[in-house]
Nanobody
């Protein structure tokens, strides 16, 4: 499986961006799709996880109320709408896939496939 992430860029504080992650194969209903991010000099951090059938979505507290994850079944694509961006949101954002939901959805080592990352820079 290949995951292709896109949509990063430079945005001012308070602005918005939408990231996309397209999978090369059909995403089954029980799969987990997630976004993580890694800021310079920091460890990779959980952002959001989505069970593909829509039964569960979990956000990190740091993005709750500002970020929204969505999916397009026909396109095997997951999106991350990021609003009210802050400088501390600056990071490389990675999408990830696990072939089965897990209660350890926030742990990066649980995921089987990763996208290449897309850089989001929030700066004035």
């Amino acid at each position: 499986v290949q995951l292709q992430a896109s949509g990063g860029g430079l945005v001012q504080p308070g602005g918005s961006l939408r990231l996309s992650c397209a999978a090369s194969e059909r995403i089954s209903s029980n799969y987990a799709m997630a976004w993580f991010r890694q800021a310079p000099g920091k460890e990779r951090e959980f952002v959001v996880a989505l069970r593909w059938n829509g039964a569960r979505t979990v956000y990190a507290d740091s993005v709750k109320g500002r970020f929204t994850v969505s999916r397009d079944n026909a396109r095997n694509t997951v999106y991350l709408q990021m609003n009210t961006l802050k400088p501390e949101d600056t990071a490389v954002y990675y999408c990830a896939q696990r072939t089965g939901w897990t209660t350890a959805f926030a742990q990066s080592y649980e995921y089987d496939y990763w996208g290449q990352g897309t850089l989001v820079t929030v700066s004035s």
